[in-house]
């Protein structure tokens, strides 16, 4: 007997094209048997969250690529050494964490400083490189909001995919904007992608809140969310192997090409769609399952109704969620800022010395994300067998986030770049703590508002985001992060205190089903 999905698919062909193929193609028949096999096994969201992820690791990449290219894109600068026999240190003794250290102490003098045997170095200053950088920001805190409204009326999958393929072909562009545009035109073109990578969080959230149930809300939304660690990770890692062999513009042609085999497989296989309403391959028992437990019979009659911005705003824990999304970005933003640099340095190794550094240097972001995927599973254990409620457990992993990060900036300007082991395990400890802000903070949009999950993403993810305006300007202007310890310090602890995982009164407009159950 045919299953449901052969049965959608005969009833798209037409007799001629189902011909043709038989006739003609038969492998392609047999291949798209075995597809729908599979896909009559796999629960529907999972597929969806799966998708999610990728699209959060292929933004991150095609986001931080110019990061890692622009130092080799630039002439280096000499930098004045502090210390005056650095430059006899050894090439096998390259660690980023001493290097880091460095760095922010004002000591670190770069290899590249030595002699260039390449050409085609532009002569770009520092103030124009910060332009060129933060150009990506002002277009992705713009199309945060409007994206999110866009996503709630016409439903999140093409808002994704159409902002992924134009950041995915703009990203391929970059290299001929550079060469034959100069640092003007690169700033309008980062703009642009910026604009179009806005979408993301907004339209993913939208999706989540439509496909995931809040019995399995933190484990499937922190695996999704937290898909920015992996991309940050491998656009490292896989741009360090190929500035060993190649120039810098293979880093935007390999991941625009990687985001457009995304796109091609995420719109064009029927896979992914809006709600499991429009999906013709969800099973019967699954669809049940989840218009139980999210409501959705009630939330499509919600698609029209006006955005509550005055509610929104006057609520304080909306207000928490912005000031602790701030914190976030603006922590994962030092980290990630202090790697690329590094890369150049390490370009001088031998291949294999190369590829062991690079996954030393990167393990503590894999372990990030592995730990918000484990952070995730255990809170739903926690919420499901009602030992502590979802707020509590919500406050109890931003807590946990927040900690290692603060202590590691307060202790490390007590270590010297003698104690390589010591900033190496703080430096893994304040990066691998933080893969608790998924299962926290971070899905709460999901939980306050299922209704209006993309604009309460929209708002803080695009607040969230100024930090890669402003800091910058504060890394040179005022001496960089610490002066602003204390106070992000206390940011994060009120934050913790006053955030919410319960559904808030602007979005019951129109009661949820499945929430409205829970709750009697």
């Not at 006739?23 to 998708?51: E, G, M, S, T």
């Amino acid at each position: 007997m045919a299953t449901a999905m052969e049965n959608f698919w005969l009833a798209q062909q037409s007799p001629q094209i189902g011909a043709l193929i038989k006739k003609h193609l038969p492998w392609l028949q047999a291949k798209q048997k075995q597809l729908y096999d599979l896909l009559n096994n796999v629960p529907q969201r999972f597929i969806l969250c799966f998708f999610g992820f990728l699209a959060i690791v292929n933004a991150y990449t095609m986001r931080h690529c110019l990061d890692i290219a622009l130092t080799h894109i630039v002439a280096p600068q000499e930098r004045r050494t502090l210390v005056p026999n650095f430059d006899q240190i050894k090439m096998s003794e390259f660690n980023i964490y001493k290097r880091m250290e460095q760095h922010r102490n004002g000591s670190l003098t770069s290899f590249a400083r030595r002699k260039h045997e390449r050409l085609g170095y532009y002569d770009w200053s520092d103030q124009l490189q910060t332009f060129i950088l933060i150009s990506f920001y002002v277009g992705y805190v713009l199309s945060h909001v409007p994206s999110a409204q866009l996503a709630i009326r016409y439903g999140g999958k093409w808002v994704l995919a159409i902002g992924m393929a134009i950041t995915a072909l703009l990203t391929i562009c970059t290299p001929f904007v550079v060469k034959w545009g100069g640092p003007v035109a690169l700033m309008a073109l980062r703009l642009l992608i910026g604009l179009s990578e806005g979408p993301t969080y907004p339209a993913l959230s939208e999706l989540l809140s439509r496909w995931v149930p809040g019995k399995e809300r933190a484990t499937l939304g922190s695996l999704v969310l937290s898909g920015s660690q992996i991309g940050i990770s491998m656009g490292n890692f896989i741009a360090g192997l190929l500035l060993h062999r190649y120039d810098w513009t293979w880093i935007f042609y390999y991941f625009g090409i990687c985001a457009l085999l995304w796109f091609i497989g995420f719109v064009s296989i029927f896979l992914c769609y809006n709600t499991p309403a429009e999906n013709p391959y969800i099973k019967v028992m699954e669809k049940e399952y989840l218009e139980k437990e999210i409501g959705l019979a009630k939330r499509c009659q919600q698609k029209k109704a006006t955005t509550p911005w005055k509610h929104i705003f006057s609520n304080i824990p909306m207000w928490a969620l912005i000031s602790a999304t701030v914190q976030y970005d603006w922590t994962q933003l030092q980290y990630a800022a202090e790697v690329p640099q590094f890369i150049r340095d390490a370009k001088k190794q031998p291949l294999l010395e190369n590829l062991l550094n690079g996954l030393q240097n990167q393990m503590p972001y894999i372990v990030n994300w592995l730990l918000s995927v484990l952070s995730g599973v255990l809170s739903d254990l926690l919420v499901n067998y009602e030992i502590i409620s979802v707020t509590v457990v919500r406050k109890l992993m931003t807590i946990v986030a927040a900690v290692a990060p603060n202590l590691y900036n307060s202790l490390l300007p007590c270590l010297g770049t003698n104690e390589g082991s010591d900033i190496f395990a703080f430096c893994h400890c304040a990066i691998n703590v933080l893969g608790s802000y998924y299962a926290g903070i971070k899905l709460t949009p999901l939980d306050m508002s299922p209704n209006f999950a993309a604009t309460l993403m929209g708002i803080a993810n695009g607040i969230g985001s100024l930090t890669g305006i402003v800091a910058p300007f504060i890394q040179r202007s005022f001496g960089g992060w610490p002066r602003f310890r204390v106070l992000r310090a206390i940011l994060w602890l009120i934050s913790t205190l006053l955030i919410s995982g319960e559904i808030q009164p602007f979005d019951q407009l129109i009661p949820l089903a499945g929430e409205s159950n829970k709750s009697a």
